[in-house]
């Protein structure tokens, strides 16, 4: 990817979301019941054959109803390629959204956003590179938001499994 083009997605991909967020929270009234805003942190891992990804990520919920959350998702982890006679892996900054519908402690996931990445200079010139992130599947979170978290899921990478603690 072009100098150029590197600078338009990350100018469209701030903007979207400021948008996004920005437009979620503005509400004339709060009712007096709603519950305050809840982070969580999280260590996810994803694996199918030839490529994978692990990172350490925070959440922090932007809207909330009985049955439906919006959360933004920041990370930093690793990612890799492989062909099994070489591997190639870099450094990775994950960025998204998560939206979570369900009652109790069950939720089906969507993830979607952007995966910034610098893969190795072998296999990429070294230059960064920029992947979808697009999972589905199982979370396991108390209703109150505190507490463990797990989740399970399918992507772009793979299988994978999450594990964290919400606060």
């Not at 109150?144 to 594990?163: D, M, S």
């Amino acid at each position: 990817m072009n100098k150029g083009k590197s600078k338009f997605v990350i100018r469209y991909l701030i903007v979207s979301t400021v948008v996004i967020i920005s437009s979620l929270k503005i509400n004339g009234q709060s009712p007096k019941d709603e519950k305050a805003p809840t982070n969580s942190v999280s260590f996810d891992c994803a694996t199918f054959k030839y490529i994978g990804m692990c990172s350490f990520n925070l959440e922090m919920q932007i809207t909330h109803s009985e049955h439906f959350k919006m959360l933004a998702n920041v990370g930093i982890g690793g990612w890799y390629v492989t062909d099994f006679s070489k591997w190639y892996v870099g450094p990775s900054i994950p960025l998204s959204l998560n939206i979570l519908v369900g009652s109790g402690n069950n939720y089906v996931e969507t993830d979607f956003g952007i995966r910034h990445t610098w893969i190795s200079k072998q296999y990429y010139s070294g230059k960064f590179s920029f992947f979808p992130i697009f999972n589905v599947g199982y979370r396991y979170q108390k209703p109150n938001g505190n507490g463990l978290i797990f989740r399970t899921f399918i992507g772009l990478t793979g299988l994978g499994i999450g594990v964290g603690k919400a606060f």
